[in-house]
């Protein structure tokens, strides 16, 4: 079965730089949400989008922005990279708004130097 | 306010032993679900079980096993006959019905299964 697909799998910046992490969400769901993990951290969440509008809105810094598109897939943009954004960020997505049933991507693993 | 805690940051067992992973959670609500995850140290998050708050009833799936009870607004996991597989870090997380997307976590509880 398709799973959620997160691209890249890792990357690497430098501070002040800027990162585009991509989210292909599971074949008709609608739903993507996505969560930053700090190293030795549980996963927090940023933000989700359902049907292409933002739903809803966690601790995610000003210094980054997200937007799902009309194919569904979603990007979040870092801009201004520091060395505590360096974490593994998660991408889920799900069929519908407020599902019990969120399938996680396999993650991207950020490094910022 | 809305909580989870997992009071183990991080246990030792040796293989075999049976092992249990506490999980307490807060919440004003009373419909919610409550999530265990494991995550290896390959970093995916693996999604283990989903129960909603209207059922207690306490679930097995093969070596693992679940308790729910709502008085003490506890989710507990338990591993029988623990295999060095099992090592990982495990977490308990809460979501709202119908109220909130995210998925609140909690810190985890780090697992190591010595042979």
Redesign the interface.
């Given at each position: 079965a398709a799973g959620v697909i997160q691209s890249p799998r890792h990357l690497i910046k430098e501070k002040r730089e800027t990162a585009t992490l991509k989210c292909y969400p599971i074949p008709r769901h609608d739903?993507v949400?996505w969560?930053q993990q700090g190293p030795g951290?549980?996963?927090?969440?940023l933000i989700?989008f359902?049907e292409k509008m933002q739903?809803?809105k966690?601790s995610i810094p000003d210094r980054f922005s997200a937007q799902q598109f009309s194919d569904y897939h979603s990007e979040l943009n870092m801009s201004s990279l520091e060395l505590g954004d360096s974490a593994?960020y998660?991408c889920a997505s799900s069929a519908g708004?407020?599902s019990?049933?969120?399938?996680?991507g396999?993650?991207t693993?950020l490094t910022v130097t | 306010a809305q909580k989870v805690t997992q009071a183990q940051t991080e246990i030792s067992v040796v293989e075999k032993e049976d092992v249990t992973l506490d999980c307490v959670y807060e919440t004003r609500d009373t419909t919610y679900y409550l999530f265990w995850y494991k995550q290896p140290p390959s970093g995916e998050l693996v999604f283990l079980i989903r129960r909603n708050s209207f059922d207690e009833q306490n679930e097995i799936s093969g070596r693992y096993s679940w308790n729910f009870q709502k008085s003490t607004s506890s989710f507990n996991f338990t591993i029988t006959a623990s295999q060095v597989v099992d090592s990982a870090v495990y977490f308990c997380a809460l979501s709202h019905m119908n109220r909130d997307d995210k998925i609140i976590f909690g810190k985890g509880t780090r697992l190591h299964i010595l042979p």
């Open positions: 739903t949400y969560y951290q549980d996963p927090q969440f989700s359902y739903s809803d966690g593994l998660f708004r407020y019990y049933e969120q399938y996680f396999p993650g693993r | -």
